[in-house]
């Protein structure tokens, strides 16, 4: 293994902890199938513009692409080193 695979392997667990983390933390949008069904009232995005909740799911976007990103990066160097 080179450097380079461990350092992209290691941001690749950093990256899934912080989307697993960044999920968790998050609050719920509706009440799920319930809500989807029965109707929830217009409140789901209301609460979610703006505050921490905001910047928690704007973070887990951003890790998300980062993840993909170096996912797609590691598969295709090691497919043209290996």
């Known amino acids: 293994m080179s450097v380079f695979e461990i350092v992209c ?4 667990i950093v990256a899934a902890l912080f ?3 960044l999920t968790m933390a998050q609050e719920s949008k509706g009440r ?11 409140q789901m995005e209301a609460g979610r513009s703006r505050g ?5 799911a704007q973070w887990t976007k951003i ?3 980062a993840f ?8 295709v160097l ?3 080193l290996g």
């Not at 392997?9 to 690749?12: K, P, T």
């Open 78 to 80: 090691s497919a043209r």
């Open 52 to 56: 921490i909740d905001a910047r928690m």
């Open 9 to 12: 392997g290691v941001v690749l």
């Open 19 to 21: 989307i697993i983390v």
């Open 68 to 75: 993909v990103a170096v996912t797609i990066l590691v598969s």
């Open 32 to 42: 799920g199938l319930s809500g989807a069904i029965m109707g929830e009232g217009g």
């Open 63 to 65: 890790a998300g692409v």
